[in-house]
Structure formats: C-alpha cells, structure tokens
C-alpha cells in the first residue's frame, strides 16, 4: 500500500466541489493523498488527533480549505510541524474576504501558506513543489507543467492571430 | 473563596491593556472573574483543556479576546457549551476587520457573541447581562448602570446649554 | 400558556425567510419563543414599547435581525436591560457588511451580542446557551447538539473514505 | 428671543471638536442654532422626546453627529418630519466606514441626508441651503459664499504663478 | 402650467428604472418635477447651463443620480445654491461602493445630501422634507406617509401573530 | 502592410470577449492594432521578450489586460518604455478589487495608466488620446466622437419630455 | 518663451507637497509645465474654461490630483480632447480609497488614466512616455531613466552582499 | 562554504527593516541564507536570472516581499519550480491590503504561498517547515520552537495569576 504523502481536509462536505481540484492535481502529478472532513468548530477533538498524528502516519503537507472564519487550517498548523496549506472558501456574505482573512493573518510562530480564494488547484501544485525540494523527479514534472502551461498559452496566442478575433471568439462559443 | 463566574481570556499578555477594561466592569458589578493567557495557535491543548473544563469549575461565560487572525473565541467556543463572547483585537495592518471576521463569521452551530472591535467594556456588560437572565439583582444593577450613563449625557448636555459652546471646549481641554 | 422565553424581531416581513431558522431551532430546544415585526425607523414607539416592557413579561433574550443601517438591535439594546442577539441580514448593494457593522460596532455601554451575517440559527443557539446558564437540562441538551454535529462531521468523513472522492460528489448531486 | 432654526446633535461630548465647525458655519450665516448632547443608546426617550418635540418648538432641520454604529440621525428621523442631516464621525478602529455605512444605509421611507465623514462643514451649508429654499436673503449669502470660496482659489492660484512653486511652498510653511 | 419644483437628473437612460421611484413617490406627494438625462462627463456644458438656469426657472431642489465614478451631484452642487441631493447607483464591478464614495465625500464648501445606494424613493423623501419646512399640508402629508408605514408595519405584525410563521410564509409566497 | 501602432494584450483568451470592446474602440478611430495572448505568469519570458521588442516593432501604446494578482500590465511596462495601460478585469471571488489595486498600486517609476475595472473601451480611447497628441486628424476624430456621445445623452433627453417616463421605459422594454 | 506641454492642476494649494513631485519629474526630463489650483467644486467654471481652453495653448497632456470625492481629473476630462491623468490624493477617514474610485472608475467615453494613490511621480513620468510616442529623444531619457533605477537597486543589493545585513542597515540609520 | 537554502528578496532596501525578521529566524534555525534586492519592476531582467537560476544554486525556497501592487513574488514564482513564499507588505495608502491581493489572487498553475500583511517571521518559519519535510533534525528544531512558544505563554499566564492585573500591567511598562 502507498504512504499518504499529502492530507486534503475540509470543514464540511460542500466543499467538495472546490477542493476536488486539489486532489485531481495531486493525481495528476502522481502523489498518493487522503481526502478528509474535519471540523475546527464542530469536531475540535478529532482534527486536534489528525493533526498531531499526520506527522507519524507519515504525512508531509496538509492542505485545509475553510469558509467564513475559517479556522481550519491555523488549527492543525498549531498541531502540526510541517507545511499546513490553506485555501480560503468563497461562500457566505463577505464571498471569502472573511476566510481570507482568517486564513492569512496568523500570529507570529505559526505560519498558514495561503493560495487565493477557491484557489484548489494552486493548493496542490505548492504542496507538489514542497515534496519537489528534495526530489528531482518532481522538480521535472514541475517544469514540464510549467512547460505545458505555456504551451497552452502560446498555442492559443498563434491561434488568435490566423483565425482573428471575431471567429476565434466564435470557435469559443461552441 | 468566591466561586469563579466569568474567565477572560486573551491571546497574549499585550492584549493586557485592552482586555482590562472588561475585567474592571465585572469588579464595578461584583462579578468573580479570572484573567488568562492563552493561545488557540500557541498553546491549542491548554486552551482545549482550559474550555473543556470550565463548565465544571463553574465558568458560566467566556469572553476571549484576540487579534488577526482571531480564532481563540471559535476554539474555545467549539469546547464549550454556555456563552462565549469574543472581542476582536485592533492591531497590525488591518485595524481589526481581519479579527471582526474571524470572530463573527462562525459557521452554524458554534456560535460567538461578538461586540465592536476593541469593546472589551461591552463583552463584560454583556456577560453580566447573561448573568443577570435569573438573577433579579443584577437586573437592578444593569437599570442602575444605565441611569448612570444617562444622567451623565443629561447633565453633559445641561452644562453645555449653560456654558456655551466655547466655554464647554475650554473645560474639556483642562 | 408557556411563557415566552425569546423575542425574535425583525424590522420587516421580508426578513422571515432568513429568521424563520431562529425559530425553529429555538423549537428544536423546546423554548418558547414569539416572532414580532417591529421597525426602528417606521415603527420606533411600538419598537420602544416593545423593549420596555418585555422584561416584565418575562422575556429573557431577545433576537434582532435587520439590514442596512440595522439599527434594530441597538434600539432594543437601548431599553432592555437583559440580552440583545442582534442578526445582521444580507441585502442591498453591500450585501450585508452595512448591517453587520451597524449592529456590531455598538459604543461602550451598549453591547449587542452580533453573529455572522444572515446567522439566524447562531442567533437561536446563542440564546439558549444563555438559558442553559443557569438550566442543567438545557447545557445536557447543548452537548447533545454539539455532538450530533460531530457525528454528522465523522460519518461523512467516513462515507467518504469509503466511497471515494468521485462517487460521494455523484451521490451529493441526487 | 430669537427662535431655534436648526438643532445640532451629537452623541458625546467628545464629539465636540468636530461638531463645532457646523455652529461656526450656522453663526456665519446669521442662523440660530442650539447645540446638544443626546445618545440614541444612553438617552433613548431623551433622544425620542427631543425628535418628537422639535417641530412645535420650530426647529426646521436637525443636524446628527456619531461615530461607530451611528444611529442618532436615524433615530432623530424616525420621529421628526422635517430634514435630517447626519455627520458620520470618525473614530474607533474602522475610521468612520461604520459611521458612514450606519448613517446612510437607511431604508427606504426614513431618509437621513448623509455628508462626508466629519462633513460637519457641509452639514451646516447644506442646512442653510434648506433654509434658503424658501428665503432670497440666504440664497444671496450662499451665492457670495460660494463666490469667495471661488476667489480664494483663483487668488492662491495667481499667488502660485507669481511666486513659482518652490517659494509658495515656503510660504506655506510659515 | 404648474411650476416645477424638483429636477430629477440622471447620466444614463439606463438609470430610469431606479430613478422612476423617484419620480412615483414626488407625484404621491403633488410635488411638481421634471426627468432630465444630463451627464458630468458626457454633456458637461449642459449639465452646467441646467444647473446654472434652474434657480431661475424656480426649482428648488435638484435630485441626481449616477454610478461609478459619480460625478453628477457633485457637478450640479458646484453650480446650483439650493439642496442638492445625490443618489449612488449600483452598477459595475464594486457594486456602488465607488458611486457612495464618489457621491458622498464631498469636499469643505460643496455639500451634496446623499442617500443610500439606489435609495431613490428616500431622495424623493428628503426633496419633500425640504419642501415642507415651510410648508404645513406638506408637514402634513408627510406625518400622514409615516403613519402608513407604520400602519402596515403594525398590521403585518399582528397578522403574523394569527397566522404563526408558517401559514404567514405560505401566504407570501402567493 | 499597415503598421501595427497598439498592441491589445490579455493572459488568457477568457478575456477576450471583453477586451474586444478594445480592439472595437480602435477600429472605429482607424488605428491598426494587434491581439495577443500572453501572460506575466504562464509565459514570462515571451511576455518579456514581447513587451522589449514591440518599440522596436513600432509599437507606440500596449494595453494589457488582466485580473486576479494582475501583473501583466506591470511587467510590460517594466520592459517597454512608452505609455501601458491596464484594464483591472472583474472575476473571481473578490470582483476585480484584486485585480484593481494590483494594476494601479505601481510603485513610483513605473507607471501603469489604469481605468476603471472591465473599462476596456475607456482604455482603447486613451490609447487613441496619446497617439492625437501630435496628431490633428485623430484629435478631430476625438472632438467627433465626444460630440456623438454628447448628442445622444441629448437626444435621449428630449426624447424623455416628449413621450415621459412611462412610454420611454415600455420603449427600453422593447 | 517655452511653450506650455503639461498642465498639472489640483484641487487645493494644501496638495501642493504631493503634487510637487510630479513638477520636479517633469523638470528633471526637460519638459516644460505649469502649476495650477482649480477645483472641480470651487471653481467650476474656471476649471472648465481652463480645460477647454488647454488644446489651443499647446497643452498635450493634463495632470490633475485631487482628494475626497475626487472629481477633479473627470471633469477635465470631459472638456480636453487629449490624455488626462489622474492623481488619487490621500487624506480624510478613507485614506485615498475614496478618491481612487472617483478618479479610475470613470464611464466609458471618457478615460482619466490613473496612477496609484499619491502617485505623483509616476503622473509625471506617464506624461513623458505619453510625449515621447513620437520623440526619439525623450525614449532614450526615459530608457536612461530605466537603467539610472536598475543600477541603483543592483548597487544596494551588491552593497548588502558586501557589508551584510547588520551594517547596512546600521548605514541606513545614519 | 555553506550552500545557501533559502533566498530573501525584497524589492527595496526600504523593506529591510520588517525582512531581517525572516533572516534573523533562519539564522536561529541555523539554515543559511541570502539577501538580495531585486525589483520586478525596476530590475525585471535581473529577476528573471535570479529566478531561472536558483534551481541550479542549490535554493530551495525563496521568500519574497513587496509593497504596493506586490509582483515580486509571482514573478518569481513565475521563474522558478520550487515553493515561493510571499510577504505582502504593509505601506502606502492601502496599508498592505494592495500588496496582500497582489501577492495571494494568484492564477491557477503558479502559487505562491502567501503569509500575513508584514509576516516576514512566520515567511521564515514556512521555509523551515518545508526544508523539514525530509529533515528529522529540522522537525525535532520545529517542535522544540512550538514548545518555547507554548512554554513562554504558560509562563506569562502564571504570572498573571500570581501578580494579578495590575502588577503584571505595571510590570509590562517597566
């Protein structure tokens, strides 16, 4: 059986759909994960375990996405020695200024790396680099990510100027 | 040995000046209280501790205050089952919204009684106001309080018919 | 006939949808409650009236929603000696951040005990927990609440190793 | 005696210094005024009592000065017909966006006519512009008002010319 | 032909829908007005020459609306002596904030008397406040308007006292 | 072949459909242009290369577009000498705000000329403003063009006297 | 006599220290500027006959800083042809904030490119880029420019590899 | 020599006040380090080649502050496979809400790991957590640090109950 290398929490299961992402680009790159819900509020308890267990069960980074104030991932920093990645939800009022907030502005000694709202997919890809630091087949990876991203981008750039706007706009339509 | 009402908790010692202001008004109202320092980010387990096992020395409400990213009141508020009101800090960049959000924001089912950024006066009024749900003599103190606070506008309002506008500026600057 | 326990008041009908969950979580906890539309600006002497003489008719906690310039909560606050929730309601062009710091940001004398915007189920359990201060049962009843949220949490995160990430997001969508 | 036109009001005295510059701006214009101290939290019935009364006593326009979760100008027009000028004050850790949000949010059938934070300036012009809507004399003295607002700046702008940049400057400073 | 006594002004034709209530709540009160589009940017020099005129062709209070970077009342105020009262639209990405800001922050000298965002029946309001000042049927008309909403405040309160919450939102949705 | 004198940019062909209201804009004055897709992040180094070399290409204005952390009109004008303007695009969770103060906050030497968030036709017409200024032909076409913008408000005008308000909104239904 | 190229207006002598920066820029690359007070609500017609006016006396560029509700910039806008650039100026309760949005959110037709709040030296750098479209020689001063701030942050970064973290900030003390 | 682990950049020499804080953290965890200045905007070449060659100089982590529209880390980030930390820093008008948006909206595919406005000592700590991922040492370190933290909070909090408020308080001002 795969070592866990990444835990993927969240405070409730309506965000699911958001932090999907997360784990499709851990799939993606190859990194075994856990998905779990856990509740800083509503079960204190029980991510307070996860957390100071991860290290043993052999856990390298969390990633924890939360709403409103969205305590999650500063509790399991407090609980955890390594990387905690924090997502901040869009939901609610305030549409994530609120879990912004709570999530970025942590005390002096207890750092939260926080990615932008609904920002899943970047989650991972940091958590990735974090396992990159000493693994040179993840830095690979990485850089031919980065490779694709930009192939993308240019592809599409080249496109734009054969078809012009107008039809390039269309093909988008379809 | 007066049993212990209300705990007052922050999240560091330079919390101490403002945080003093609530302990104060429960003197001026002969509530028993205890002042401590205590971490959601710094010290998790005792603050779980301390929330989990207040009930039963008889705490009947918490007031935490806390800066940033405010999550001591949340955590307190998950171990706890009576009134926790937090006080979100002023201070750094943000002048107290990230602790305002992080404070009031909480999701259904962990609720945090919140008053106005730095209004430690107010969570005190507050939680003897809870005190006072049965308790016929605090009632009486909390109309006797108000009176105060009116007669002094009253008669604010009197010397400056009296005194003009001028003269009440010139006495205020002594 | 049971004696009303909770007041909840919001300035308009257009509010009930959102202040309906106070009252049926105050039902879930067996309290007895009225609802009432009262307005700071368009009905303020019924308001008034309504503050001043609940504590006689035994009301114990009363909850307020408003939005905009909420100023609901603050002028009963103004006249009931007991505790004011106040619940600032999204709506408008600020989507709610008006209210929130009309009803929060109360000055020193006055508190008003502020939960998330739209938090009217908040607004209900903060209520009770006020009760329970002095009300064995109800504290029983609280913990009990708590832990049906925490088993909620644990038996999705169950369900969810499981089923894995694809198949609950499936099962969510029926 | 000459009768009351407009009525100044303010939460606290503290509020003096700022309210001040609308008394100045009323005496200029030749207008009677009172200036008084009248909480819409500490002195409700005061506050209510004073609204009520203002009309039969002939005051034409009420002008209300508070900071935090500014309610005065709401409350006064809640209960007085005539216009109502509020001053959203500056103070407390949100610098006067709460005052602002508090005072001019109003719903709709109670108007608040809102100036600037600490705006009490203009919120004495804007009274004498309500006054002069029916009177020729103070639609002159506005007139030559704006007229020497108008001179002073051609005046400095000339000065500019001559002196060039760095000398007016230096001036300034004296 | 009757007098015109309030210029409703607006920037866009696409403001009317918002601006219309405006134009309902003067003819509820008899007051004579008149719908202009005008723009600070688009038509300065007409929006200057209306401001200019209106003195003169007996208008007496000028409402204006406009969103973004609302320029319009502030235009009209720096050209016209009587109220000016400013209306911010929501519209584009910061959903009036900018059209609030720009609106209200009037410099020393210029005063423009803002309502909330989109309150256009509020500056009707106000224009009739204004008007009544030295008007009895108009102190009238208005005293009865509150009463009104009053009234259907009162009545919908005691309906929902007969109905219970249930059946009162089961007949709102009818 | 006509050379090409602005260079429309945006990170990604999401923002095509409104940057397109640019490429519009500069059609309709006759300017030749180009559309691009390149991204400050995605593909650094032909952003670089693309912004270094377009002086050279004759380019005389970039307008780049973008939102989120929007560094692309930045890190053009940190490698092109003339004037860049940046269009703060709208999306996602904060509604531009980000995309707003990280176009415009540009620290002192670098300059980025911003307009307003999703402004992609204001940002076209300065582009068109900066190449009249040693043009005679382009400043008449501008003069033209403020003139039909001043015709229609007035146009529109009229049209409201002449039908009033409710037969010109049934004519905006159509 | 040189002729006039850059006009820089603000609202009040008191923007004066800001504003200077802009001027100084400008001198520094040899271009010729003028300094002018007019405001947008002090003197309106003065600001107009001046902006209208501009296009004639060989005015190519306009810089206008102004704070509050900062109507400055558009109102020139909207009465000269060619580019205006837009200084939000920092003072009252908003810090800037306000006159950011009355400055950059202006309605399509009429652009003001905006610089960041009290950016007055990029104000001034933007006119030279806007003059130098077609000025060989202004390109190579602001290409000069470029490397002068490049070769002064390479030579503090070189200095703090020498002396090292303690020393040079010891350095920057003195 | 010791290979350096980690680079700080800054923008400005101006920001080593607040950036020593995450050099001083590393050098207590005894992981080398450098310091350099480099601007996104004023140097973006030299950025670029930093950047690109990290990787091969053996950094793993880069930690990254700027002000204002904050581009340096994600330019960085942009350049470079490996975790990027970025500090938004507090100053100018927006107090550090500009450079906070700027550096954590960042697009999906490359993040930066954004902490607190001015939250150079948590930067640091990140970085240590990162390294640690495979360094029982640096874990062991990571853990003993919480502990000095949670152990100097018990202590103070002692204190406090031994001395009482107001001891402690005057202690605190010695």
Known sequence: MKKIMISIVMGSDSDLPV????ADTLK?????YEVIISSAHRTPAETEKFAKGALERGVKVIIAGAGLAAHLAGSIA???????IGIPLKGGALNGIDSLYSTVQMPPGIPVATVAINGAKNAAL???QILAVD????????INYKNTLKESVIKKSKKLQELGLE?????MKK
């Open 135 to 142: 693994n040179k087949d993840l830095q690979k990876k990485l």
């Open 167 to 171: 039809k390039y706009l269309e093909g």
């Open 28 to 32: 993606e790159f190859g990194i075994s």
């Open 19 to 22: 932090m999907k992402e997360a």
């Open 78 to 84: 407090a609980n955890f020695p390594l990387p905690v």
């Open 126 to 128: 940091l958590a990735v």
